[in-house]
């Protein structure tokens, strides 16, 4: 590794790994975009990334570094070379992925490379630069991994079954077409009644929060405060469930559903769900109740309130963000859930989201069909994650350390 110790031989390394990595992304993105055939190229790659990445250790300044590989790379592309090679593809879709590459390369580099010397390079500055690198590409590689597959999930469910038979593998969409490229969305609604699987879902999932609180609030609690024997072993118990997988108990749960008339109800479903998620809540509760300051609620018994009272009027308005972000985890499992509803669930009045999503996947339903339904069960309860993450992250964070 002491060969790498140097910037003359660090900078064109990671210059030259870093722009195979952008022209690949950019060839992904732009083939999903304009349906049109992009590939990296690994020779050029390190031809044209090398001397960029040695670039980068004389020329510090951002700008300058954008605008020498955006024009260095539309110079080469327009002549069919560079690190993003194409094949019949217009002079305005060239442009823009030589401006993306250009961009995505250019910046990145003088970032990676910020006071790497181009001599011989300690060990902090080695490392400092090979740790930029390594958080860049991770980056780019998980987010690759969470967006690539909901925008496949989207433009598949815009498409109409002509264009899906065509071209399945074409994801760019025809903005001319207006309103009309959301009728697998108005189909659904209107044929396939999702409008009624996601009032059934919502509702269902907020009753499982609100049983799910009523019994973990108080078992929580009285794991976090009060003696007794046994505490710590049901303590430490609680996630013991969660050491069973649901497939195992998945036909005990069918004979006892079916022989007490529950299986095909809501009402089944209801008491199922919350014993699922009542031992997570648990754990998570009582850690944060413990973290909670005693000397509080003892000076609301000394006032004259009894334990109810003090749950009610001082424990619970101190635990709102642990309670936030229980009921929105469960909120989530519940919305989520699969295998119970599949298993319990034949009459199509009654499905859940999940369950409704289910029955399109069939050579009868157009495909677009069951992508407009994952779209619609996954948009809602993302926004509703994105707008209420940092209740969660606090709640959970507070529940772990205090524990």
Partial sequence: MRYLRFGYVTG?????LWTFLIATTVSVAMSFATGDAYRPSITQSVIFGAPLGLAALYFRDMRVMMVLAVAVLAALLF?????????????????????????????????????????ALSRHAFEEAAIRFLSGSGYIFFTAIVIIPFYVMVMTSLKNQAE???????FSIDLSQGWDL????????RDFD???????SFYVSVLTVLITLLFSVPGAYAVARLRFQGRAAFSRSILLIYMVPMIVLALPIYIVFSMTGLRNTIIGIVLIYPVTTIPVALYMLQGYFRGLPAEVEEAGLMDGL????????ITLPLSLPALASVALYVFMI???????????LDDPSKFTLTRGIASLNSSEI??????????????????????????????????????
């Fill in 182 to 189: 959301f009728r697998s969305y108005t189909e659904l609604i």
């Fill in 306 to 313: 009894n334990r109810l009272q003090v749950i009610w009027k």
């Fill in 334 to 344: 519940a919305w989520n859930e699969f295998l119970l509803a599949f298993m319990l």
């Fill in 12 to 16: 064109p390394l990671i210059g030259a």
């Fill in 366 to 403: 157009p495909r677009q069909h069951l992508m407009a339904g994952a779209v619609i069960a996954t948009v809602p309860i993302m926004v509703m994650f994105l707008g209420l993450e940092r209740f969660m992250t606090r709640g959970m964070t507070a529940g772990a350390v205090k524990g």
């Fill in 79 to 119: 002549v069919g070379l560079g690190p993003l090679l194409t094949d019949d593809v217009g002079a305005g879709a060239k442009a823009i992925a030589a401006l993306l590459t250009g961009v995505g390369i250019g910046w990145p580099l003088v970032r990676f490379l910020h006071d790497t010397p181009l001599g």
């Fill in 194 to 200: 999702f409008g009624w699987y996601l009032w059934t």
């Fill in 164 to 170: 899906l038979m065509v071209n399945p593998l074409d």
